[in-house]
């Protein structure tokens, strides 16, 4: 059997009762990082050595056949560096092959820090959509806030430090500067911090610098759509991130609920330069 296990994300407290068990009993272990997993068993008071195997996002496709063949004569437990497995961390290719080849999959649940930070966000949590990590070049980075942009359900993403205030400027242009975030950073750690606000004022206050573990939520688009300078804005956004002028309207126009050629027009009409 493969079972996957939720760890800390922070707090050594949040071990499960069956985590300890499970680990203390272990006779195989798949890891992102077999350093981290060795010390959290000596965190945990665990004297159990378990035989350890890397499974990461270089090696997964690799070694998955190999676990998958050794869980069905015994229980491989797969751990991640914290939180769930599989959850933007390795373990989805593993049993999607386990699943195909018909070998039990279960899970013990754990800390997350997807439904942490949605949890203590104080946005909509009845719909949401986890986007994972934001991606790093900027033409990708705005396809994806322009995939998204018109979502009307709650939006979670997970960002680096050193890239979240120039990510939360690029979200306020792609999504609107009043639109409401958080930054959750350092979440059940001794340093945790929740800051809301528009998307504008989160940027500004990134600005300064931030530290540690961070995920960004971002409320959903408004129903009732965009307004013109809205749109307008979004169009610049997108014209100045590489997207031609005729592609970027068609993008926003409907989300603005305004033909494309009139948002072509207007946008014409608002950068034209004063005589």
Same mark, same amino acid.
């Given at each position: 059997?493969?079972?996957?296990?939720?760890?800390?994300?922070?707090?050594?407290?949040?071990?499960?009762?069956?985590?300890?068990?499970?680990?203390?009993?272990?006779?195989?272990?798949?890891?992102?990082?077999?350093?981290?997993?060795?010390?959290?068993?000596?965190?945990?008071?665990?004297?159990?050595?378990?035989?350890?195997?890397?499974?990461?996002?270089?090696?997964?496709?690799?070694?998955?056949?190999?676990?998958?063949?050794?869980?069905?004569?015994?229980?491989?437990?797969?751990?991640?560096?914290?939180?769930?497995?599989?959850?933007?961390?390795?373990?989805?290719?593993?049993?999607?092959?386990?699943?195909?080849?018909?070998?039990?999959?279960?899970?013990?649940?754990?800390?997350?820090?997807?439904?942490?930070?949605?949890?203590?966000?104080?946005?909509?949590?009845?719909?949401?959509?986890?986007?994972?990590?934001?991606?790093?070049?900027?033409?990708?980075?705005?396809?994806?806030?322009?995939?998204?942009?018109?979502?009307?359900?709650?939006?979670?993403?997970?960002?680096?430090?050193?890239?979240?205030?120039?990510?939360?400027?690029?979200? *306020?242009?792609?999504?609107? /500067?009043?639109?409401? $975030?958080?930054? !959750? #950073? @350092? %979440?059940?750690?001794? &340093?945790?911090?929740?800051?809301?606000?528009?998307?504008?004022?989160?940027?500004?206050?990134?600005?300064?610098?931030?530290?540690?573990?961070?995920?960004?939520?971002?409320?959903?688009?408004?129903?009732?759509?965009?307004?013109?300078?809205?749109?307008?804005?979004?169009?610049?956004?997108?014209?100045?991130?590489?997207?031609?002028?005729?592609? *970027?309207?068609?993008?926003? /126009?409907?989300?603005? $609920?305004?033909? !494309? #050629? @009139? %948002?072509?027009?207007? &946008?014409?009409?608002?950068?034209?330069?004063?005589?």
């Amino acid at each position: 059997m493969i079972i996957l296990a939720g760890t800390p994300i922070g707090n050594l407290g949040d071990a499960s009762r069956r985590l300890v068990e499970v680990l203390s009993e272990a006779t195989t272990i798949a890891a992102e990082d077999t350093r981290t997993t060795q010390r959290l068993l000596q965190a945990l008071g665990i004297a159990n050595r378990p035989r350890l195997i890397p499974l990461h996002d270089h090696n997964e496709k690799r070694v998955s056949a190999e676990l998958v063949e050794r869980a069905r004569d015994e229980d491989v437990l797969v751990l991640s560096d914290a939180g769930m497995p599989t959850v933007s961390d390795p373990g989805y290719g593993l049993v999607a092959a386990a699943a195909e080849a018909g070998v039990e999959v279960t899970a013990i649940p754990g800390p997350s820090a997807v439904l942490t930070a949605l949890a203590v966000s104080g946005l909509p949590t009845d719909r949401f959509a986890f986007e994972g990590f934001v991606p790093r070049k900027q033409g990708d980075r705005a396809r994806a806030f322009a995939a998204v942009a018109d979502d009307p359900r709650t939006l979670v993403f997970f960002e680096a430090p050193s890239r979240t205030a120039q990510t939360l400027a690029d979200m *306020a242009l792609a999504f609107g /500067a009043d639109r409401r $975030g958080v930054v !959750a #950073r @350092e %979440l059940t750690k001794l &340093h945790e911090q929740v800051v809301r606000g528009t998307l504008a004022d989160l940027a500004e206050w990134a600005a300064g610098g931030v530290r540690g573990e961070v995920v960004l939520v971002v409320a959903g688009a408004d129903p009732r759509g965009l307004s013109l300078d809205d749109a307008l804005a979004r169009v610049a956004a997108l014209v100045e991130q590489g997207s031609r002028l005729k592609d *970027a309207t068609r993008e926003v /126009a409907p989300a603005a $609920g305004i033909p !494309a #050629r @009139e %948002l072509y027009d207007a &946008h014409l009409a608002a950068t034209k330069p004063a005589r």
